[in-house]
């Protein structure tokens, strides 16, 4: 080729850039497959094959998304930028938010194991979270850190070697106009790059699920794009599905109960609920118990239990046998136990800009009556950000990890904070310092990983040795409970107090189907009643909020976006899972990824064939209420249409 034709040097430099970073992506995603292969292993290889083709237009979207800003400095027309010391600092640049990049996405071999999904919006959210147990993330998954120290030494020694023989074998000879017509080209490709092609919508992660197969469009992905396009979508959007008229009367017949009035149509969960008798000023304690899946529980499955004490205490409590969360991570339930708030969306409340929407939470309701409201975590204050929401749904008293009046290392997992036992016994003495009525949540951090049990009660699980460390550390976190309970006997409140044990989500390798990625358990105990009752109607976290608003017998102005689980007519659950939403009932579920056409299965999870032809009109009458409650709760999360004092 003559010197005429000659691309120029940084024509040259570009392309090498974006095919080596192709290159490294995919061998990345091969990665990926080969850690969490016990996810893939049902594929064909032809399957897998499309997911890497599949993934091409992702990492293409990704690199442009990560490097345009500095592939456009590098390829400035122009002899002021014919420098090769300027080239050189502004590769370096280059090369350190790709080293970044890269990281972040071999420290989600791990992440996608325990959330079913790639990271995304945490990454800006939960910063601080992610420094502080840095740490013992490193010892935990050091095989990964051994991966990531090894590649970034390989990509700097390259790099390095590379640029220098570079700028030996292409000097740059270019013209300014050749120059300036490359720079535009670059540029118009960089955004046709970006938007993944010249189609008439931008790409978007549901483009990764062609088909139902949901672990290859998670293959498919990479996760610099799904960080990076997280980065946009940090509020929450409107859906609209329905003429809001029909969508508004639809969704508030499927929440109203006879002691229900609603108020404003602009704001379509805002009613008064009239007590039928004057209010019962109970204590109200809500454990919320870390990675709790309902079948640990031999009372909720009938089969072997890791619980025996949360059994022993559901023998003389309500239990509710079909509960659901709503969500799949801990900031997910949060709004949805303090606030009747559903996580519906690809974000969490916490972290939004809708976080700073007027909402009227359950400590809100109960401080009108006045009690006094606390939250307790035993991780630091600020983790996960529960201490601005619970503040924001009304739980005016914070206790974390550095309120624990004494403790020592082996009272610690190490990562998170303080281990059950002890932060247990803490809570309930700070408890105890309250004025009554009060409502206290307390969370738990035992049955997270690293699954730390307390060297002084190891002997107690020696006998379960041939369990998993994540088996042996719910004992652990259910013998809490009973610590917590022998030590609360004593007390003047216990026997005026409800007790609520639930959970945030399941655990994430107990996640086969719907079902076993939602079902959680739910018991409600009463010292003063104890007669053992089963509910197996349909309910969630969603319903938490009203239902004791029902049990107190409190008339009060709120929001919450489910019903009291006590009502047992038209019970529904409505969540997201994976890419597509979900309406649960008694009896069907009821799928739809907004795209294709709405399936329906039995809701026992027993049988994957689709009901939809053979029942008409039950999958367009729980299609209207999946699509109404969508439509109308995202609206009023992302037009804060959620409450307001003054109506």
């Not at 570079?166 to 490709?189: A, D, G, M, N, Q």
């Not at 969508?247 to 229900?260: P, Q």
């Not at 003063?528 to 608003?549: E, F, H, R, W």
């Not at 689980?565 to 309406?583: L, M, P, Q, S």
Request: hydrophobic residues 40%.
């Amino acid at each position: 080729m003559s010197a005429r034709f000659r691309f120029n040097r940084q024509f040259v430099l570009t392309i090498i850039i974006v095919f080596s970073l192709l290159l490294i992506y995919s061998f990345i995603r091969a990665g990926f497959l080969i850690y969490n292969f016990n996810r893939f292993n049902q594929f064909s290889f032809g399957e897998i094959l499309s997911a890497f083709l599949i993934g091409l237009r992702f990492d293409i979207s990704a690199i442009f998304y990560i490097n345009i800003f500095p592939l456009v400095l590098l390829n400035l027309p122009g002899k002021i930028f014919r420098n090769k010391y300027y080239e050189k600092t502004i590769f370096t640049l280059m090369v350190i938010i790709n080293l970044i990049m890269i990281i972040i996405s071999f420290s989600d071999y791990g992440y996608y194991n325990i959330t079913e999904r790639r990271l995304s919006y945490e990454l800006y959210f939960m910063i601080s979270d992610i420094i502080t147990i840095l740490p013992g993330l490193i010892i935990t998954h050091y095989i990964i850190t051994i991966v990531i120290l090894l590649t970034a030494a390989l990509i700097i020694y390259f790099s390095n070697n590379f640029i220098k023989s570079f700028y030996i074998k292409h000097p740059r000879k270019s013209t300014f106009i050749r120059e300036l017509l490359f720079w535009i080209v670059l540029i118009l490709s960089s955004i046709i790059a970006i938007r993944g092609g010249l189609q008439l919508k931008p790409l978007r992660q549901a483009n990764a699920f062609p088909n139902e197969n949901l672990e290859l469009g998670y293959l498919a992905l990479n996760t610099p794009y799904t960080v990076i396009r997280s980065y946009y979508q940090d509020n929450i959007k409107a859906v609209n599905n329905l003429e809001y008229n029909d969508a508004l009367t639809t969704v508030r017949k499927m929440i109203v109960t006879d002691n229900d009035k609603f108020i404003d149509n602009d704001f379509p969960f805002l009613r008064i609920t009239e007590a039928d008798s004057g209010i019962n000023k109970m204590n109200v304690v809500i454990f919320i118990m870390e990675s709790w899946s309902a079948n640990f529980c031999g009372s909720i499955t009938n089969k072997e239990s890791f619980t025996p004490f949360f059994d022993s205490l559901a023998e003389h409590s309500i239990l509710f046998t079909n509960f659901y969360a709503n969500g799949q991570r801990s900031i997910e339930s949060v709004p949805s136990v303090t606030a009747s708030i559903p996580s519906l969306f690809d974000i969490s409340i916490i972290g939004s800009r809708a976080e700073l929407n007027n909402i009227k939470g359950l400590g809100s309701v109960l401080k009108e009556e006045g009690y006094t409201t606390s939250f307790h975590h035993g991780a630091k204050s600020g983790s996960m950000g529960f201490d601005g929401f619970t503040k924001l749904a009304g739980f005016d008293n914070y206790f974390g990890k550095e309120d624990m009046s004494e403790y020592d290392d082996d009272d610690t997992d190490g990562m998170w904070g303080i281990c059950d036992e002890p932060f247990f016994i803490e809570s309930a003495k700070n408890i105890d310092k309250f004025n009554q009525p009060f409502c206290s949540i307390i969370f738990s951090l035992s049955s997270h990983d690293p699954f730390r049990i307390p060297d002084k009660r190891k002997s107690l699980f020696e006998k379960y040795s041939n369990e998993t460390e994540l088996e042996r550390s719910i004992r652990y976190s259910d013998f809490s409970l009973q610590k917590f309970f022998e030590y609360v006997k004593t007390k003047n409140w216990y026997d005026n107090t409800i007790f609520l044990i639930t959970a945030d989500h399941t655990l994430y390798n107990n996640r086969k189907d719907f079902k076993s990625t939602f079902h959680i358990p739910l018991l409600i105990f009463n010292p003063k009643n104890t007669i053992g009752t089963k509910y197996t109607d349909v309910a969630s976290q969603m319903d938490i909020m009203p239902s004791l608003i029902s049990l107190l017998n409190i008339t009060t102005k709120h929001s919450s976006m489910g019903k009291t689980i006590f009502n047992k007519e038209d019970r529904f659950v409505v969540f997201k899972f994976h890419n597509e939403y979900t309406i649960l009932t008694d009896k069907y579920r009821l799928a739809n990824d907004l795209e294709k056409a709405p399936r329906l299965y039995y809701s026992n999870g027993s049988s994957d064939i689709d009901l939809s032809d053979n029942e008409p009109e039950i999958t367009s009458d729980l299609n209207k209420k999946l699509l109404a409650y969508l439509q109308i709760v995202s609206d009023c999360v992302a037009e804060n249409k959620i409450y307001i004092s003054n109506k």
